[in-house]
């Protein structure tokens, strides 16, 4: 069944199936223990009480989270400072303007006049750079592998059109690294990783 529909992922009917096949499947099986990698798998786990529902094999254990909640401190600083300079816009995702720096966070400082905008894509910062001639438009591009390269084609969008009030401050993460040093300890012998999805960061929607 293709589940398209926010109310088709909430189908009582369906998780009763999956998790009977599920027990099914992992009868007579040895323990198995995966991580989820992101914090939202980690809230979303815990809000729906998934955790005593699945077979008494299957163990999930928290992750190292996603690449917004460990991003260093020291980083959103200089998020903030760019934010802090005159005619200058910083446009980044939704869930890091309230992660904390040091001292504030880009939602705090938008508050006190800061010009800090939420968008859903890179290339709608490349938008607002195009919106805003006479200003600097700075993209916090965060995420990990999957959303680096939708980064890249708003850096080679805004290259094509010769805009030039348009720049990216990299805090991108890699997954494999810590994945392999994961997977390398003899404490948590780990089967496997519920890993993030895809952003889709709508790249797709401007041609190259």
Partial sequence: MALK???????????????AKLKTRCAGQSPMRFMEICGTHTVAIFRFGLRPLLPATVELISGPGCPVCVT???DIDKAIWFASQPNTIVATFGDLLRVPGSRTSLAQ??????????????????????????KEVV???????????????????????????????SVHKLLPPAMETLLSSRDLQLDGFLCPGQRDDGYRRQSL
């Fill in 5 to 19: 529909y926010i109310d088709e992922f909430r189908d009582g009917n369906l998780a009763r199936t999956l998790l």
């Fill in 72 to 74: 260093a401190a020291e």
């Fill in 109 to 134: 400082q938008r508050a006190q006049g800061a010009d800090v905008r939420m968008v859903y894509s890179a290339t709608d910062a490349v938008t607002l750079a195009q919106e805003n001639p006479d």
């Fill in 139 to 169: 993209f916090i591009g965060i995420g990990f592998e999957t959303t680096a390269p939708t980064v890249a084609a708003a850096v080679t969008i805004a290259d094509r059109q010769g805009i030039e009030n348009f720049s990216v401050f």
